[in-house]
C-alpha cells in the first residue's frame, strides 16, 4: 500500500484548484507488494484466457469509449443520463454537502449533472467550494477531463488520482477524514467484476466510507438478449475496434507482439449468468510473446480470450449484497422502461 505522499508523484497546478496523484508511477509502485501486471500474466496462463477489463483504457481505447457511448445501440449511457437529469438534485439532498469522489470517472460528463445539483445545494447551504476527486486508470482521459471541468466550474477543486480502483480505494481507507463522502461508481462498471470480485470490491469501498457516508452506483439490469448483445456489437464496429485496441494497448505497453488481423471481436450474453462476455477469438494458431513481463503464450485456432463480462443486475439481489458490506440502500432510481438503475447506499 502507498503509505507516504513522498511515495506518489503529485501535480498541483498554479491557480491550486487541481492536485494530480499518480499512484500508477514506479515511486508509487515500489511501495507496492503486488505489481497490478501481476493480474495480466495470471489472466493469460489460466484457462480460459484472460484480459483484464482496465487494459481497454489507453489513450485510444478512452477515445473508443466515448464513440461507443454515443451509438445507437448503447442505450446505457443515455438512459443513464436521463436518470440522472431527473435524480440528481433529489439526490444531492439525501447525502447533503459532500465530497464526490468517482471510481474510473472517463470523461466525467454524466457528473456534470451531480456537480450542478451539488452546486446548487452548496449555493443554498452557502458553502464556497465544490470537491470533486476522480480517479481513472487512463491518464489522459483523467487531465483531459479534469481541464475541461475546471473551465466551467468556477468553484470546483479537483484532487484526481491516475490509479486502479484497488490502489485508490486503499489510499482513501488509509486516510478517513471528517468531509462527508459520496463515492461514486456509474456506467455500469460494477458489471465488470465477477460476483466475487464484486463482494470484494463492495468491501474495498465500504472500508473507504465512515458510517453516514454515501456510496452511488450505476448498474445496468436485465433485458431482451438482442438489445444486450447489439449493445456490445455495433454495426459500425467500434466495440469491435475497442475490444482489439486492448491487443494494442498491450502491445504498445508490454512489448508484446498480438497481430490484431489474427483476431475477431465476439460479444454473446450468457443467459445463465446474466453477463455479457466480450471475446477475442484467434484465427489461428498462434505464439504471443509479451517480452516485458517474460510471458509466451499459446493459441489454438478459434480459441477465445475473454477481455470483460457485464454483468447485468437483479436490484433486488445486488441491495443484499451491498447490505452485507455494512451498505444499506436508500434509493434507486430508474427509467420508465426500467433498463438501467441508479443506487444510492448509506454506510451504516
Ligand atoms: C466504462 S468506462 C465508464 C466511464 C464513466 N464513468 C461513464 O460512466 O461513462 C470505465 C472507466 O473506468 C476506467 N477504469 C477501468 N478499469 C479501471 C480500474 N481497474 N481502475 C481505475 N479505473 C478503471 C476506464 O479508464 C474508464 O474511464
Redesign the pocket.
Known sequence: MVSSSESIASTTTADNRLQLDDLLGPAALSHQPQSPQRELYQGLTQTPKTIP??YF?DERG?QL?EQI?DLPEYYL?RTETSIFRTCADELAQITGPCEII??????S??TRLLLDAYQRLNQKHQIADLKYSP????PS?LKLSAKQLLQDYSDLQIQGRV???DLALAQLAATPTTTKRLIGF????LGNFTPAGCDRLLAQVSAALQPGDFFLL?IDLRKDPAILEAAYDDAQGVTAAFNLNMLQHLNNRFEANFDLTQFEHVALYNQTTHQIEMHLRSRQPQTIRLKAINLTIELAADETILSEISRKFDPAELQIQLQNQQLHVQRIWTDPQNWFGVMLAQKQ
Open positions: 477489463a482496465q483504457y478512452s469509449f457511448c449511457t468517482e471510481l474510473g470517472s472517463g470523461s460528463t454524466k480517479i481513472d486508470v487512463s482521459i490509479s486502479t480502483y456509474i456506467g455500469s462498471s450505476g
